[in-house]
């Protein structure tokens, strides 16, 4: 199957995308005093709520790479069918 080059566009920004939100939202995060037990980021252990908050986070960074390189696989197969 070969992706239209609008299609393949949508997925490569979908991946840029993720890698602008996800990082700034591990930030926000890493600093709420929920995420941990001492309610000072970086002090004591980690929260439930950190730990669910980072699997999400890293399930969506590694979705989001998936679609983005999807979408460069997708507009570079489009371009060498325009050529052929």
């Known amino acids: 199957m070969v992706?239209?080059?609008g299609w393949s566009l949508f997925l490569v920004g979908v991946g840029v995308w993720?890698?602008?939100?996800?990082?700034?939202?591990?930030?926000?995060i890493w600093?709420?005093?929920?995420?941990?037990?001492?309610?000072?980021?970086?002090?004591?252990?980690a929260t439930?709520?950190?730990w669910v908050h980072a699997l999400l986070i890293?399930?969506?960074l590694v979705i989001g790479t998936t679609a983005g390189v999807l979408g460069v696989r997708g507009w570079l197969a489009a371009r060498r069918l325009s050529r052929a």
């Open 48 to 50: 439930s709520f950190l």
């Open 58 to 60: 890293a399930a969506s």
């Open 18 to 28: 993720t890698w602008v939100i996800w990082p700034r939202f591990g930030v926000a």
């Open 3 to 5: 992706l239209t080059r």
């Open 31 to 45: 600093d709420d005093p929920r995420a941990w037990v001492s309610g000072h980021p970086g002090e004591g252990a």
